[in-house]
């Protein structure tokens, strides 16, 4: 049996996490995004889909654009941190497994499925983006994920002409403990689950 991660490392992921809506002023670098990805692409998704593509909104011109995408409330928050991630859905994904699956023809599997196509890809880059949020918490970063915005003006904004659709939006950087709420409850064992 493999032992459980120590308690400080499941604070960080879970327990003591936060989402926040404001950073402080240290960078986010290139290298630092990378690391990020290089350890979420390792989460498990349905026969390796894999459907996530990333545009990381680093620069002001960048910021900006998403930011007249977003809700009143959100367009700060997106303009004012470090990095902005655009969590998308590559709804032509299954042309990759011929390498990401090779063992089986699992292309032809959604070939012309467009309502299996639909599923797979949200769901699997769904799990991608939680993944990415656990990835960069564990290494040492904040993040905001958010709903809030126009997702066909992000969509012809940054995927204009290609096959992928926002899923959703996250800030992320160091955060400002001054710019997080009150902790919210959860549900309880007892209440969110059951025996079967």
């Given at each position: 049996?493999?032992?459980?991660?120590?308690?400080?490392?499941?604070?960080?992921?879970?327990?003591?996490?936060?989402?926040?809506n404001g950073y402080t002023d240290e960078p986010v670098?290139?290298?630092?995004?990378?690391?990020?990805?290089?350890?979420?692409k390792w989460g498990p998704t349905s026969a390796n889909?894999?459907?996530?593509?990333?545009?990381?909104?680093?620069?002001?011109?960048?910021?900006?654009?998403?930011?007249?995408?977003?809700?009143?409330?959100?367009?700060?928050?997106?303009?004012?941190?470090?990095?902005?991630?655009?969590?998308?859905?590559?709804?032509?994904?299954?042309?990759?497994?011929?390498?990401?699956?090779?063992?089986?023809d699992a292309r032809a599997w959604f070939v012309g499925?467009?309502?299996?196509?639909?599923?797979?890809?949200?769901?699997?880059?769904?799990?991608?983006?939680?993944?990415?949020?656990?990835?960069?918490?564990?290494?040492?970063?904040?993040?905001?994920?958010?709903?809030?915005?126009?997702?066909?003006?992000?969509?012809?904004?940054?995927?204009?002409?290609?096959?992928?659709?926002?899923?959703?939006?996250?800030?992320?950087?160091?955060?400002?403990?001054?710019?997080?709420?009150?902790?919210?409850?959860?549900?309880?064992?007892?209440?969110?689950?059951?025996?079967?």
């Amino acid at each position: 049996m493999i032992d459980p991660l120590e308690d400080a490392a499941l604070d960080r992921v879970f327990r003591t996490a936060r989402t926040y809506n404001g950073y402080t002023d240290e960078p986010v670098t290139q290298d630092e995004l990378r690391q990020i990805y290089e350890l979420l692409k390792w989460g498990p998704t349905s026969a390796n889909q894999s459907p996530l593509r990333i545009v990381w909104c680093t620069s002001d011109e960048a910021k900006e654009k998403l930011a007249s995408a977003c809700s009143a409330q959100n367009a700060p928050k997106v303009r004012k941190a470090p990095v902005t991630a655009i969590l998308g859905m590559d709804m032509e994904f299954y042309e990759k497994l011929p390498t990401l699956f090779p063992h089986t023809d699992a292309r032809a599997w959604f070939v012309g499925n467009e309502a299996l196509i639909q599923e797979s890809a949200f769901r699997n880059s769904t799990l991608q983006g939680a993944y990415f949020i656990i990835a960069a918490r564990a290494l040492g970063f904040d993040t905001g994920p958010m709903s809030g915005f126009d997702r066909a003006k992000v969509d012809e904004l940054f995927f204009a002409g290609t096959p992928v659709k926002t899923n959703f939006i996250s800030t992320l950087g160091h955060g400002d403990p001054a710019s997080i709420f009150h902790r919210l409850p959860r549900l309880d064992f007892e209440d969110a689950t059951r025996y079967a």
